[in-house]
Nanobody, 125 residues
Framework: QVQLVESGGGSVQAGGSLRLSCTVS????????MGWFRKAPGKEREGVAVIYTGSGTTYYTDSVKGRFTISQGNAKYTLLLQMNNLKPEDTAVYYCAADGLYPANWRDPSEYHYWGQGTQVTVSS
């Protein structure tokens, strides 16, 4: 059974940094896609960043480019999101997502079969 567990959320002031981690258990795929989504109150779930592990290709939504970095951790099946220069509009619940295939549209949540429970990120001005 595949399980994703996020950690690292919290509250920071604008301009601060946080690092989110996602640990996957029960995973058997050799190459796969893993990404971060976020959902703010009253908004749709939004794709933040994705990494295709076979190629190392990464994609980011425009609003986080230059501030966020997605990467694989040193431990196998670990995903990281380094978030710098955080802004109040980054406030949301952040979710880790994974799939054994590369999505046709990385921003589409329905392309990912496996999800974590979410971790809250709050940025105050």
């Amino acid at each position: 059974q595949v399980q994703l567990v996020e950690s690292g959320g919290g509250s920071v002031q604008a301009g601060g940094s946080l690092r989110l981690s996602c640990t996957v258990s029960g995973w058997t795929y050799n190459s796969y896609s893993m990404g971060w989504f976020r959902k703010a109150p009253g908004k749709e779930r939004e794709g933040v960043a994705v990494i295709y592990t076979g190629s190392g290709t990464t994609y980011y939504t425009d609003s986080v480019k230059g501030r966020f970095t997605i990467s694989q951790g040193n431990a196998k099946y670990t995903l990281l999101l380094q978030m710098n220069n955080l802004k109040p509009e980054d406030t949301a619940v952040y979710y880790c997502a994974a799939d054994g295939l590369y999505p046709a549209n990385w921003r589409d949540p329905s392309e990912y079969h496996y999800w974590g429970q979410g971790t809250q990120v709050t940025v105050s001005s």
